[in-house]
């Protein structure tokens, strides 16, 4: 395209016009991409041919440890012997059907609560007097004829989603503050917020998660106890809260400097601006980074095993240790918890594209 036709496209407003090409030369155009092409589609042909005999055609579907032994393929009856107690852990058998319970009523109301137009103090009032106290109230037991199940039992899913759900949704609101914070004019605030979150920010969660569990009671007056899964939950939150501040305070140093005089000009306060005016245009510029940090915290809350908390991957991971079926299935507990993730990340990426095309801040 010649200097003249971008010139005119520019002026008219025209786009311009856009190079014809077939899709195999992009492929094979050059001897070089086409033996890049053929290496690569050789490779993927290849393993997938190889995945697709262990997953599919000398797998063994149904049978005994001893079927499994024979088979060359993927041993399937190992998931379906060991599924509960990946899902749920150390809870109890009989009761399991509280945390099934619990895990449908949480994915429901999530969903619902993923539609935009819904989205008020009427929602965020439902979850915090209605959904939260049943979906607690399911897991711990002791009201209603409930049989109580302490925290020690608790393991699997359940554990995976709430240490991610309630850890992420509380560090969220505290990582606005504490971005705000570190943009103050005070110079206290401005310095205990930015020694707080680089502090945090400097040592990883493994570290916190071990002095919370660890360090923290020996601070505790004697006789006084919390709860190991509070705890965690706890250290959590705010090593999020350090990450979502620097996230926050990305967003809002993208705001026009003329959104404040403008504010300033129609004589709002300082909170009135800031929640009616910049935060909303901050948080909508940087919902890729935080979805991805919501990616990332629930997939490492597998990290609490360190402190004696079975979340998914570990009850996965004991699975495979059943004398019964060790050696034996070696791979399927990984490739059914990879499955698992991958499908819950692969969820939030795809609303997190939703929610950039609701409020327009892609440019395509």
């Known amino acids: 395209m010649t ?26 155009g050059t001897p070089g991409n086409a033996l890049i092409t053929i290496l690569c589609s050789a490779a993927v042909i290849g393993l997938g041919w190889l995945a697709t005999r262990w997953l599919l055609i000398d ?10 032994k024979v088979g060359s393929g993927a041993c399937w009856p190992f998931l379906s012997a060991k599924l509960r107690y990946m899902a ?3 809870y109890p058998f009989e009761e399991q059907w509280r945390p099934f319970l619990a895990l449908i009523v949480f994915i429901g109301a999530a ?12 929602l965020l009032l439902v ?36 240490l991610g759900f309630v850890g992420l949704s509380l560090a969220l609101p505290l990582g606005v503050l504490l971005a705000l914070s570190r943009a103050s004019d005070l110079p206290v605030i401005r310095v205990l917020a930015t020694s707080f979150i680089e502090i ?31 705890r965690a939950q706890i250290a959590i939150i705010i090593f999020a809260a ?41 948080i909508k510029k940087v919902i890729p980074p935080l979805v991805a940090l919501f990616i990332s915290f629930f997939q490492d809350t597998t990290l609490v095993t360190i402190v004696g908390l079975l979340d998914f991957l570990d009850t996965v991971r004991s699975a495979m240790r059943d004398p019964a079926w060790q050696g034996i299935a070696v791979l399927e507990g990984y490739v059914f918890a990879a499955a698992v993730y991958f499908i819950f990340s692969a969820l939030m990426g795809t609303y997190s594209r939703f929610l950039e095309r609701y409020f327009r801040t892609t440019h395509d």
């Open 242 to 282: 350090a990450y979502i501040a620097e996230i926050v305070r990305g967003g809002l140093q993208d705001v026009p400097r003329g959104q404040l005089e403008a504010s300033a000009s129609l004589g709002m306060g300082y909170w009135l601006t800031m929640f009616k005016i910049v935060l909303p245009q901050a």
């Open 127 to 162: 979850w915090m007097v209605v959904i939260l106290p049943v979906l607690y109230g399911l897991m711990a037991g002791g009201v209603l004829g409930l049989p109580a199940v302490p925290t020690t039992q608790w393991g699997g899913l359940p554990l995976s989603f709430m």
């Open 111 to 122: 969903v619902i609560s993923m539609v935009p137009q819904l989205w008020s103090r009427n």
């Open 3 to 28: 200097e003249l036709q971008l010139v005119l496209s520019a002026t008219t407003g025209d786009a311009p016009p856009r190079r014809s090409s077939r899709w195999w030369q992009d492929f094979f």
């Open 200 to 230: 945090v920010r400097g040592v990883p969660l493994i570290s916190i998660l071990f002095m919370a569990t660890v360090m923290l009671p020996l601070f505790m007056p004697d006789g006084v106890t919390v709860d190991k899964l509070l």
């Open 59 to 68: 797998a063994t579907f149904a049978g005994t440890p001893e079927d499994c």
């Open 88 to 90: 749920f852990g150390f």
